[in-house]
């Protein structure tokens, strides 16, 4: 008897029921989403920071993309909405796309999450008389700024935490236990980075669930950071995540001698505060150190399970230009999980560390994303270019592709998942190769709807301005994510 994919999405993994289609297999591009699995919108984007896209879905499975708006007077929030099936909502703004700025000043955006009452926050950097400023906007769901939230010289938006390189570059709404002390029970904590006597420092900042202040109870007067006699280098955040608990994790990268980075997680407690019982600090590190020169490993993704185990996701450098995706799976106690091995094309560095060489030593690989599945499978999302001897870093943008990475829960390839043509277990890439037959495209974001998963990000496309370059525009893409809710592997 042929299970429904939608009731046993809504039942089993509370997901976002999608429309039923023929049965394709897993990792293929979903023919009936947008055009062919593939939809573009045509915003012209600036995509020069690490997290230049976020893709996220409302509670009624819509898709959102936000990224920042490139125009000749100012940068600013471009906000544009998909139906669960890829076309864009022309109901939403103006033919689908929305865009703002913080007050009047520009603003680079750089994360999106919808809070329980179905608002979309954004977050990014926003820059008064030179100097940078964390900013939060809250959206209603039909794109209108809500301006409930914020202050009042800037409705529906907060600046916060001035300083010099200030950069929101991601935020999570953290539920709160009633003696915490929190408005609607919940707190936004943003992580980021700014610049301390020239060096970068990775902080977090929380903020009234309101936007009106920032929130005191967290941490140190609202803000929390490592403090120097833990790690005296420069750090950075890309990631946080939170759990059902409220406790929390940021990951990013300390940066040693040489340029040499490592992976770096600092635990905090529901209330800001440098969880100890991890690794003795609340501080993590780990290398992977796959060249002898070249050492740039960062972690732009976590998952923080509500055991307090956590996984990290990024690259490890490999040569001059070269990367591969990389994980690592702590315990709540900042201990490298022994059981996760990797496997087929994973390869072990470490404990509870693995690097997957895919396309061998002139392959590219950047991982933007990170989820974990209700069976305990893990998707990886990023860019993969296969490059040659002698390419330039230029050549290897223009050649790469949107990828997702299917694991087992011990971090070995999934074979079943794969694309069309793909001869690497448990990889599926999506070219959109709008100039010339190629172009850069990049998937930021991993939605999950039932059966299926959206990779959500940019590709580049031809000029449209004369200026030379190339734009770059939202893209999405759907596959089938097939064994997501049953254990025995099959979908049906």
Same mark, same amino acid.
């Given at each position: 008897?042929?299970?429904?994919?939608?009731?046993?999405?809504?039942?089993?993994? &509370? @997901?976002?029921?999608?429309?039923?289609?023929?049965?394709?297999?897993?990792?293929?591009?979903?023919?009936?989403?947008?055009?062919?699995?593939?939809? $573009?919108?045509?915003?012209?984007?600036?995509?020069?920071?690490?997290? #230049?896209?976020?893709? +996220?879905?409302?509670?009624?499975?819509?898709?959102?993309?936000?990224?920042? /708006?490139?125009?000749?007077?100012?940068?600013?929030?471009?906000?544009?909405?998909?139906?669960?099936?890829?076309?864009?909502?022309?109901?939403?703004?103006?033919?689908?796309?929305? $865009?703002?700025?913080?007050?009047?000043?520009?603003?680079? #955006?750089?994360?999106?999450?919808?809070?329980?009452?179905?608002?979309?926050?954004?977050?990014?950097?926003?820059?008064?008389?030179?100097?940078? *400023?964390?900013?939060?906007?809250?959206? *209603?769901?039909?794109?209108?700024?809500?301006? !409930?939230?914020?202050?009042?010289?800037?409705?529906?938006?907060?600046?916060? /935490?001035?300083?010099?390189?200030?950069?929101?570059?991601?935020?999570?709404?953290?539920?709160?236990?009633?003696?915490?002390?929190?408005?609607?029970?919940?707190?936004?904590?943003?992580?980021?980075?700014?610049?301390?006597?020239?060096?970068?420092?990775?902080?977090?900042?929380?903020?009234?669930?309101?936007? $009106?202040?920032?929130?005191? *109870?967290?941490?140190?007067?609202?803000?929390?950071?490592?403090?120097?006699?833990?790690?005296?280098?420069?750090?950075?955040?890309?990631?946080?995540?939170?759990?059902?608990?409220?406790?929390?994790?940021?990951?990013?990268?300390?940066?040693?001698?040489?340029?040499?980075?490592?992976?770096?997680?600092?635990?905090?407690?529901?209330?800001?505060?440098?969880? =100890?019982?991890?690794?003795?600090?609340?501080?993590?590190?780990?290398?992977?150190?796959?060249?002898?020169?070249?050492?740039?490993?960062?972690?732009?993704?976590?998952?923080? %399970?509500?055991?307090?185990?956590? @996984?990290?996701?990024?690259?490890?450098?490999?040569?001059?230009?070269?990367?591969?995706?990389?994980?690592?799976?702590?315990?709540?106690?900042?201990?490298?999980?022994?059981?996760?091995?990797?496997?087929?094309?994973?390869?072990?560095?470490? +404990?509870?560390?693995?690097?997957?060489?895919?396309?061998?030593?002139?392959?590219?690989?950047?991982?933007?994303?990170?989820?974990?599945?209700?069976?305990?499978?893990?998707?990886?999302?990023?860019?993969?270019?296969?490059?040659?001897?002698?390419?330039?870093?230029?050549?290897? #943008?223009?050649?790469?592709?949107? /990828?997702? @990475?299917?694991?087992?829960?011990?971090?070995?390839?999934?074979?079943? /998942?794969?694309?069309?043509? =793909?001869?690497?277990?448990?990889?599926? !890439?999506?070219?959109?190769?709008? +100039?010339?037959?190629?172009?850069?495209?990049?998937?930021?974001?991993?939605?999950?709807?039932?059966?299926?998963?959206?990779?959500?990000?940019?590709?580049?496309?031809?000029?449209?301005?004369?200026?030379?370059?190339?734009?770059?525009?939202?893209?999405? #893409?759907? @596959?089938?994510?097939?064994?997501?809710?049953?254990?025995? &592997? %099959?979908?049906?």
């Amino acid at each position: 008897m042929k299970r429904s994919h939608c009731l046993a999405a809504i039942l089993l993994a &509370g @997901l976002p029921c999608v429309a039923a289609a023929d049965t394709f297999p897993p990792g293929h591009l979903d023919p009936v989403f947008g055009a062919d699995g593939r939809r $573009t919108v045509p915003v012209v984007l600036d995509v020069t920071a690490p997290n #230049a896209i976020a893709t +996220v879905a409302d509670p009624l499975g819509r898709l959102y993309s936000v990224g920042t /708006f490139l125009s000749p007077q100012a940068y600013s929030i471009a906000i544009t909405r998909l139906t669960q099936d890829g076309d864009v909502d022309t109901g939403f703004g103006t033919n689908g796309v929305v $865009t703002r700025t913080v007050g009047t000043a520009p603003a680079i #955006a750089h994360d999106a999450v919808f809070d329980p009452q179905g608002r979309l926050i954004v977050v990014g950097e926003t820059s008064v008389n030179g100097v940078n *400023n964390f900013f939060a906007c809250r959206f *209603n769901a039909d794109g209108t700024a809500d301006n !409930t939230f914020g202050v009042a010289n800037t409705p529906g938006c907060v600046r916060t /935490f001035v300083g010099q390189g200030a950069t929101a570059e991601a935020v999570v709404v953290q539920a709160c236990a009633p003696a915490q002390q929190c408005v609607d029970d919940q707190r936004l904590v943003l992580a980021g980075a700014a610049s301390l006597n020239g060096k970068s420092l990775g902080l977090l900042v929380a903020l009234e669930s309101d936007g $009106t202040v920032i929130d005191s *109870n967290f941490g140190v007067g609202g803000i929390n950071f490592i403090p120097s006699n833990v790690i005296s280098q420069p750090t950075r955040f890309f990631d946080v995540a939170t759990n059902a608990a409220g406790e929390l994790v940021a990951v990013g990268y300390v940066e040693l001698a040489n340029a040499d980075r490592d992976f770096l997680a600092f635990r905090l407690d529901p209330d800001g505060v440098a969880e =100890s019982s991890f690794s003795g600090d609340g501080v993590r590190t780990a290398s992977f150190d796959l060249d002898n020169v070249q050492k740039v490993d960062e972690a732009h993704a976590v998952h923080l %399970f509500d055991d307090g185990s956590m @996984l990290l996701a990024g690259q490890a450098q490999t040569g001059l230009l070269t990367h591969r995706a990389a994980i690592l799976k702590l315990d709540a106690a900042g201990i490298g999980d022994g059981l996760f091995a990797g496997g087929g094309d994973g390869v072990p560095d470490g +404990v509870g560390q693995v690097s997957y060489d895919v396309c061998g030593d002139t392959c590219e690989m950047q991982v933007r994303d990170l989820a974990v599945l209700p069976n305990g499978r893990i998707l990886l999302a990023g860019s993969i270019a296969e490059g040659v001897a002698g390419d330039t870093n230029l050549d290897l #943008a223009r050649k790469s592709d949107m /990828f997702a @990475l299917r694991l087992k829960p011990d971090g070995s390839p999934d074979a079943s /998942f794969r694309s069309d043509g =793909s001869d690497v277990p448990g990889l599926a !890439t999506v070219p959109f190769d709008l +100039v010339d037959g190629q172009s850069q495209d990049v998937a930021s974001s991993l939605v999950l709807q039932a059966d299926r998963v959206v990779l959500g990000g940019f590709a580049a496309a031809p000029d449209a301005n004369d200026d030379g370059f190339e734009d770059y525009r939202f893209a999405f #893409a759907r @596959l089938g994510n097939g064994g997501l809710i049953f254990a025995d &592997g %099959f979908e049906e």
